[in-house]
């Protein structure tokens, strides 16, 4: 039977596992669809074609007149100003939580004593903390503190400082861990505070890292801050909020472009910090 | 022994003048930041704008806990579960598109062309696309969707272009020398070289994506964070409140099973 053997050998000796697949793919994809509301026909929409194109057709030119160029510049050193004032709130909200946190610095783990179960206790109260500190998002965060603030940047910089705070905080502590730890364990077996077995037998070794987590930090810190000004927090984003409520397509286009450029100057100097520090 | 010189103890310490000037420029940062802003810290501590703060955080509690509400938020969770599911998934797809020619395979300009398509795609945040997506689609789930496909595209792209050039070009051009289509060698001597990485690629984006799902609502593209930013409107706080945990417990949860996926892939891994 020289036919069914040439069928054979072009059949695709995958195919029913492939088919099986694709199959429940589907199934499982279809009420996906539905909850998300799929329909990209909304996109041809006579009415939804009006708007966005008609906001589309103004991105081209962007606004450069003076004034508003002004306005945007002000608002980016706004931005940069919120996010660097951001992350030193949380490294000073960050390093004692770290501290606590972290292991390497635990006197009652050195042997049995009194203490030992309280110190765990103490941090895991820390680790839970820190968790609600960076796992609600910096944006539901901001949007809180703008109600207790009122709008405008100091909401910002604080939704900045709980958010990186708790996660600088877990960083901290782990990256007090994963180092040469001898030096500070010989430190409190002869009896040295915490405090100064960590400033002399820690902090040396581990100075760099720290830091350069921290720079980094501050590079995402700056993308978050033109973010939270859709909820009001100040910054570039309250001004792309206010023109893109008004449809106005050129200021959109001209702070699209001054955001882009920003991140890649955070970026630059995130990168060139952190070169020096390596 | 003696103590330690003064010479001796700022060596330990590693002092030097390029630290003290490194130093005193980041101060003067930190404190220019803060004079720009006029930010004042030691206000935020006074007594009353303390008793003032307990009382906003007070009228969050207790949370809303009604079945009706937990329903409403059980629906918003699973809406921003699809909506991060469905953007991911269509991200994939788009980017392993944009891929091919990213990675070089239909000649230097459309490689250049597609790779500043997907920097930009990139550059621009999800909130950003969603609040363009919103006056594209209409408020809803939908906008939140494309919003979260365009900017993976963007991220999936780039890393499956790599993945693509990286992949071993034998397997594809035995095929091709030995009569197969170009399409036919690709999707089967080169897609399943790379189908491992793509997959690990696209899920953890897709948990990012999960966190990300939760806020998109801020600007009407559906989820969790509309429902936030409803109550809130409304000055519903003990309503917010349950939101607030829902979203904390998804993003938990999220987090715990990837690490505990990704211990099994270690595990695996030797």
């Not at chain 1, 596992?17 to 998300?36: D, E, N, Q």
């Not at chain 2, 103590?3 to 003048?17: K, N, Q, S």
């Not at chain 2, 990139?122 to 969707?145: I, Y």
């Amino acid at each position: 039977m020289p036919r069914s053997t040439t069928q054979q050998a072009l059949r695709d000796p995958d195919a029913r596992a492939r088919a099986t697949w694709a199959l429940a793919a589907v199934v499982l994809l279809w009420p996906l669809l539905l909850v998300a509301q799929f329909r990209p026909a909304d996109l041809f929409d006579a009415r939804n074609l009006k708007v966005i194109g008609g906001f589309l057709g103004q991105f081209f030119p962007p606004n450069l007149n003076g004034e508003f160029l002004g306005l945007a510049l002000k608002a980016t050193v706004e931005t940069l100003a919120m996010a660097t004032a951001g992350i030193a709130l949380a490294m000073v909200l960050a390093a004692p939580l770290g501290l606590a946190l972290s292991h390497s610095l635990s006197i009652s783990r050195i042997g049995p004593g009194p203490g030992r179960a309280l110190g765990e206790a103490l941090r895991a109260l820390t680790r839970l903390a820190l968790l609600a500190l960076r796992g609600i998002p910096e944006i539901v965060w901001a949007l809180l503190l703008v109600r207790a603030f009122g709008l405008g940047p100091a909401a910002g910089v604080l939704a900045i400082a709980v958010t990186y705070g708790g996660m600088l905080g877990k960083v901290y502590s782990e990256i007090l861990e994963s180092g040469d730890t001898r030096p500070a364990r010989v430190l409190l077996e002869s009896g040295s505070g915490r405090l100064m077995a960590f400033f002399y037998g820690l902090l040396p070794g581990s100075a760099q890292e720290l830091a350069s987590y921290t720079v980094y930090r501050w590079e995402c810190a700056v993308r978050a801050s033109v973010i939270m000004g859709f909820v009001g927090a100040g910054g570039l984003g309250q001004l792309m909020d206010q023109s893109m409520k008004m449809l106005n397509g050129g200021e959109v286009s001209t702070i699209l472009i001054i955001f882009l450029l920003l991140v890649l100057l955070a970026d630059a100097i995130s990168s060139a910090v952190r070169r020096t520090l390596a | 022994m003696s103590a330690p010189t003064l010479a001796e103890r700022r060596g330990a310490l590693g002092f030097c003048v390029y630290c003290w000037g490194a130093m005193a420029c980041l101060m003067a940062v930190v404190w220019a930041s803060f004079a720009y802003l006029s930010l004042d810290l030691a206000r935020l501590f006074t007594r009353e704008s303390a008793g003032y703060m307990l009382d906003f955080i007070a009228r969050f509690f207790p949370p809303d806990l009604s079945a009706g509400f937990l329903r409403r938020i059980a629906q918003g969770t699973l809406e921003t579960l699809a909506i991060s599911a469905v953007g991911t998934l269509l991200a994939a797809l788009a980017g392993l598109l944009l891929a091919l020619p990213a990675s070089g395979r239909l000649g230097p300009v459309f490689k250049a062309v597609t790779r500043f398509l997907l920097n930009f795609l990139r550059s621009v945040p999800e909130l950003v696309w969603a609040a363009l997506m919103v006056l594209a689609a209409g408020l809803g789930p939908f906008a939140g969707t494309l919003a979260l496909a365009l900017h993976t595209s963007g991220v999936l792209g780039r890393l499956f272009a790599e993945s693509l050039e990286n992949a071993p070009p034998e397997p594809a051009r035995a095929l091709v020398e030995s009569g197969a289509a170009p399409a036919l060698a690709f999707v089967y001597a080169t897609l399943p070289l790379i189908t491992p990485q793509l997959v690990a690629y696209s899920l953890y984006r897709w948990e990012m994506n999960i966190r990300m799902a939760t806020v998109l609502g801020f600007v009407g593209a559906g989820g969790l964070g509309q429902m936030l930013y409803y109550e809130l409107s409304l000055l519903h706080e003990p309503q917010a409140c349950s939101v607030i945990a829902a979203m904390l417990a998804l993003v938990v949860v999220v987090d715990a099973i990837s690490a505990w996926v990704r211990r099994g892939q270690m595990r695996q891994g030797g």
